[in-house]
């Protein structure tokens, strides 16, 4: 939420229509403190007990008592197509968050709905929201573009459409509906309310299906509306098969396209963080606080955010944030050069191979990367000059004497880089750091790029599951280092 200031505004105030679950999380917030309750005490007090919402649940806390487990189409490249299977975890909203952290049976979504299509009064005659509040609620404030849809589901296209307050609005055939759609990972849920008609229906699923959805939507409206329905259900898995073909196709065309290399592979996970809803800002942590039960992260340029986890990921700088959090990390930047070199004598074929004496060399393309062993030392983590001298010293006499058909090449480019070594075995520390929820991710020692995935799953697990699930990282554990000395890694190249 702290972050949220962040965000650049790119339209005016109901300019046009935008969603953002964390802007109904700091809504929340705001109940919270006009109040005086936390947001689920509040939503408790004022709609669930007058409501008779006996079931239902505010609290993700108190979500444990829930059996029905969310599903979704996850085996397959794109989230969504392959099988239907079993999620391996139920994702909770963390807090007391007004975004999502609502859990209410059949039952009990018909007490709402029948409040809301009875203009907020109860069925004891009292308001539980004034009449006028419901109209406004109910009447389109933003317009949307209609988007025509593909085949037979033009038919049931609207001919006006729209957001409310907290609601959309549209018309099916000319009878205004005022419904919206909700969803976590795992779980989509559809409530319509037909005002005109006094009818209302929510559909509850524990899968991702949004085509079922807006199927099972369709049946029900001609179903109560009388009108008489195609097969809704059936035209949707075949626009779904449809859509998924054409979506895998394009991927392959687009991954054929696509450059191979550490860039796109880190570009790839940042996309794919960014669209599980990670916010990414662009400053330097320049101090770390604890405030009660929250880090206050202090920022270069910004104002600082509170959090309550932070996990310190900052490679040949590690040991310099782990000092802000006070922990003495043993990781220390030392300097790599790569020079890139155009070879013709030798074959791009050849695999990758490391010489005793520490260097190495390998074909990228038609050129070739090699690299001298680590320097003596440590360096400032700025210093980002290659090393010419060792090429040029020490580096190219040794390649010509492993491959003599290094004896003729071309310097075409070369830089610097920071091993973010781990000084006591050369091998990365993640999780624990001993200090409340100030987490280690480190030290891989200029081997990260490939650990990367692995490592960060693990750690998610960790600090999500309070376990490793998937891969055992405790080996890499901070307490191991005291063994260090005894043990340490001796394939760094
Ligand atoms: C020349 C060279 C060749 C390599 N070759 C390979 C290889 O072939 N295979 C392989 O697996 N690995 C390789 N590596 C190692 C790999 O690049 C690292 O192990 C990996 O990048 C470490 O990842 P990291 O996320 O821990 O740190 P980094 O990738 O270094 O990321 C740390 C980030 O934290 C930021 N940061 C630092 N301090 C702060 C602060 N105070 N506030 C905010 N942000 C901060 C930095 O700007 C940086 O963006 C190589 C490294 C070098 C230098």
Redesign the pocket.
């Known amino acids: 939420m702290a972050a949220l200031r962040y965000l650049p505004l790119t339209r005016g105030f109901r300019a046009r229509y935008g969603y953002s679950n964390l802007l109904y999380g700091a809504a929340g917030e705001i109940v919270a403190r006009t109040s005086g309750k936390s947001w689920s005490e509040y939503v408790r007090a004022r709609f669930l007990e007058p409501l008779g919402m006996r079931d239902a649940l505010a609290a993700a806390s108190e979500a444990g008592t829930i059996t029905a487990w969310p599903h979704a189409r996850i085996t397959e490249e794109i989230r969504g197509a392959g099988p239907v299977v079993p999620l391996p975890r139920r994702y909770r909203v963390d807090g007391d968050g007004a975004a999502g952290a609502l859990y209410a049976s059949g039952s009990d979504m018909a007490k709402w709905m029948s409040v809301q299509l009875a203009s907020g009064r109860l069925p004891d005659g009292r308001q539980l929201f004034s009449a006028g509040v419901a109209q406004d609620m109910h009447a389109l404030q933003t317009p949307l573009r209609i988007r025509p849809s593909d085949g037979e589901f033009r038919a049931a296209d609207p001919s006006f459409s729209g957001y409310g307050f907290g609601w959309f609005v549209r018309d099916y055939h000319g009878t205004k509906l005022v419904y919206h759609g909700g969803g976590t990972l795992g779980a989509v849920a559809q409530l319509t309310l037909v005002p005109q008609k006094n009818i209302g229906f929510i559909i509850l699923t524990n899968s991702e299906e949004s085509g079922f959805l807006r199927a099972a939507e369709l049946l029900l409206l001609d179903h109560y509306l009388g009108r008489e329905s195609p097969d809704w259900v059936g035209l949707q898995q075949a626009e779904d098969a449809r859509m998924w073909r054409d979506a895998r196709n394009e991927m392959k065309a687009a991954a054929a396209k696509l450059p191979h290399g550490?860039a796109s592979l880190l570009r790839g996970l940042r996309a794919a963080a960014r669209s599980a809803g990670a916010l990414f800002i662009d400053?330097?942590?320049?101090a770390l606080r604890r405030e009660g039960d929250a880090w206050l992260v202090g920022l270069?340029r910004g104002e600082g955010i509170s959090c309550s986890h932070v996990v310190n990921?900052?490679?040949?700088?590690?040991a310099?944030?782990a000092q802000m959090a006070g922990v003495a990390l043993p990781v220390r930047g030392q300097?790599?050069?790569?020079f890139v070199v155009d070879a013709p004598d030798a074959d791009p074929a050849w695999p990758l191979v490391i010489d005793p004496d520490g260097f190495y060399f390998r074909p990228e393309g038609k050129t070739f990367l090699v690299?001298a062993p680590a320097p003596r030392g440590y360096h400032a983590?700025d210093d980002f000059e290659p090393d010419y001298p060792v090429f040029e010293d020490w580096l190219w006499p040794k390649l010509a004497a492993r491959a003599p058909a290094f004896e003729r090449l071309k310097l075409q480019s070369a830089?610097?880089?920071?091993?973010?070594m781990n000084i006591l075995d050369g091998n990365a520390v993640i999780g624990a750091s001993g200090v409340p929820n100030f987490w280690l991710?480190?030290g891989?020692?200029?081997?990260?790029?490939?650990?990367?995935p692995a490592a960060g799953r693990g750690l998610a697990e960790l600090m999500l599951d309070g376990g490793y699930r998937t891969i055992d990282l405790r080996p890499l554990g901070f307490d191991r280092l005291r063994q260090a000395i005894d043990a340490p890694e001796a394939h760094i190249i």
Not at 313 to 318: I, L, P, S, V, W
Request: charged share 15%; hydrophobic share 40%; proline share 3%.
């Open positions: 550490p400053d330097v942590v320049s270069g990921a900052t490679g040949a700088r590690a310099d944030v300097k790599r050069s790569v690299g983590a830089w610097a880089g920071h091993y973010e991710i480190n891989f020692s200029g081997h990260g790029l490939q650990h990367a």
